[in-house]
Every structure is written in structure tokens, then in C-alpha cells.
């Protein structure tokens, strides 16, 4: 067996973390058909099969503070896709890394030791990030390992990763060709939009969902789900938040000026991000009372649907009771009408007039 597999057993009494999803791995990290879709438009291959895709995401790895996002094997090859809202030049390391992860639990699996005479044969890797950020950025870029040695001095390694730009308006050709990564970007796009008219993210997300096309395949997906959707997109954006957080206190621009105005101004922009992740938090827990009332609501109609099938029950087995009871009531006067003296078929014609006129 050549393929790189996931099924690393968790160490026992490992700590599980939970880290939520984002709409980009719940869509294409999730559903075989869209990442199947993708996959086709990336690589140029017509696959049909959904099931030729084979995910291998290692669910519990985490590094730096993230997990990794969508990872499957196809053709032979293990594809390892990142989402990123924004740029890092240091993603090859971050795929060095997972990669490293994936041997490692190939080997295990396997039962293989580093040290045979045979040798240990592996998926080839493929890395792609799909980089939908606010800074602008070209529709391809590539991004080596080597970029990092210290120097420049050349070595005996080297991870090549492509950055796909699926910002809306960027590769065109490549949306065009994935439905679902077009209506991602969409999706994306539009929200962005709304938000500077409103901005209450939940808002956003109402809007867009009516503006969406009745066509759009993930339009159904988000509308089932949209409480969920709405706490993934709550995830990306205090992320984002983070990272202005982040960047701002590292700014070096700042550092150089005056250290009270440098102060002043940090504190009045953290007190701001404060502020707008504190907003984020009570709209999430507003949103989580009501999933929380969904979910009663429809346990609720789950019991008066049970007890009207019940009724039901009760109601047709009545039926079925009184029908019989007719029946054995008719047979009755047919024989009582042959015993005073009828035959057979006047007493049926009698009963059948009998019962025009009552109904009359």
C-alpha cells in the first residue's frame, strides 16, 4: 500500500482541542463532490466518481493555533489544500510540517521501519493555498522552502507550494471551471460588501443569502445550515481580527515614533479591535441560543409528528375495525333474507336498494 494515510492513532490521554471549521473546509473539505470538482479544475482531469477521492485530513493536528485544512489522495497523489484570508510567505513550512505528519503516520500504519532494506513507497505530494485575502495580490504565485535558507545559501531540500488567488474577479477560468469555488468567492465577495453597510456579520449573511442565485449548489447547503455557517464565518472574521491585533503591536513604523503617541495610539487601536471582537462574541452567543432554540423546536415537532403518526394508527385500525363489523353486518341480513324465503341475488339487489335510498 502506497497510499498516505490519516489514521494515526491520538496518544492516550491526549488533550482534544476544539477548533471549528471554515466555510471553505466545511464546503470542499467535506463534501467529496466539491472537492472532487476542484480537484478537476486544478489539475485539468474529468473524474466523475466522487468516491475516487480519498480524504486523509489529520484531524487532530494542530500548528499554530490552526488546524490543517483539506488533504486527500487521487490519481496516486496526495493533494494538501490550505485556505488563507491572509498572506504568509511561511506556508511552506507549515506544509513541510503536515507532510512530515503524514509520512510519519503512513509509516506507523504500515508497521514499516526507517531502517528495512525495502523500500518505503509513498503518495506524491501536491500543495496548493488558496488565498482569498484583502491584499491584493497576483492571480498565481509560487513559494519555495529555499526562499527561507538563511543567506540564500542553496541546500538539499526544497517545497514548492502554489498561492491561487480566488478572490472574485481573480482567475476567472479556474471559477468558471469549479461551480461551488466560484459561488465560494461569490459568497465571500458579497458579504465583504455588506459589511460596509452593515455591520452585524449575522445581517451580512441574511442579505446575501436572498441576493444568492436559486442555481448556486451551496445555496441549499448554507441555508440548512446557517446557523453554522454563520459561527464559521464568525470564526474567519476573529481571526482576522487577531491578525490586525498581531500586526498592529509589531508595526515597526510605530515603534520609531515618539513612545507616548506610539502608546496612545496602540491602546486607542486595541481598545477599537477590543471592541469589535467583543461585538463579534455577543452576536456568536446570540446566534448559539438561537441554534440552541432551533434544536428544541424541532425536537418538539419530532414528538407531535411521533404522536400524530400514533393517532393516525389508532385512527386507521378503527377503520379497518368498522369496515369488518359492516361487512359481518351485511352477511348477517343476506342470510336472514334467504332464511325468510329470498334467494341470493334479490337479497343483494334489496340490500344495495336499501342502502341507495338511506344514502339518498
Known sequence: MNEITQTRKRKKGAVKRNYKDTLFIYLFGRNKEFALSLYNAISGSDHKDPNDIQFNTIDDFIYLGRKNDVSFIIDGQVNIYEHQSTYSPNIP????????????????????????????????????????????????????????????????????????????????KLLNECPELYEYAWLISTIREEREISAKLEEALDSVIMKMPDDFRIKKMIERNRAEVTGMLFTEWNE?????????????????????????????????????????????????????????????????????????????????????????????????????????????????????????
Do not use: C
Open 93 to 172: 513550512i507549515r506544509m513541510l510540517i503536515y507532510f512530515s505528519r503524514l509520512l510519519e503516520g503512513h509509516i506507523e500504519n504500515e508497521n514499516r521501519s526507517l531502517y528495512a532494506r525495502k523500500r518505503i513507497l509513498f503518495s506524491s505530494p501536491r500543495f496548493i493555498v488558496f488565498y482569498n485575502g484583502l491584499d491584493e495580490r497576483d492571480d498565481e504565485e509560487t513559494m519555495y522552502l529555499s526562499d527561507g535558507f538563511a543567506g540564500g545559501i542553496e541546500g538539499d531540500a526544497d517545497l514548492r507550494v502554489r498561492m491561487i488567488n480566488i478572490n472574485f474577479g481573480h482567475n476567472t
Open 240 to 360: 482576522e481580527v487577531e491578525r490586525k491585533k498581531w500586526e498592529f503591536s509589531t508595526n515597526e513604523y510605530y515603534k520609531e515614533l515618539n513612545e507616548e503617541l506610539y502608546k496612545e495610539k496602540w491602546n486607542s487601536r486595541l481598545q477599537e479591535l477590543d471592541k469589535q471582537e467583543q461585538e463579534l462574541n455577543d452576536q456568536k452567543e446570540k446566534l448559539d441560543v438561537q441554534e440552541k432554540e432551533l434544536i428544541d423546536l424541532k425536537e418538539k415537532l419530532n414528538s407531535q409528528k411521533e404522536e400524530l403518526n400514533s393517532q393516525k394508527q389508532e385512527l386507521d385500525q378503527k377503520e379497518l375495525r368498522l369496515k369488518k363489523e359492516e361487512e359481518d353486518l351485511r352477511a348477517r341480513m343476506v342470510r336472514l333474507l334467504i332464511n325468510s324465503g329470498m334467494n341470493e341475488t334479490d337479497a343483494l339487489q334489496y340490500l344495495e336498494k336499501g342502502s341507495s335510498v338511506t344514502q339518498e
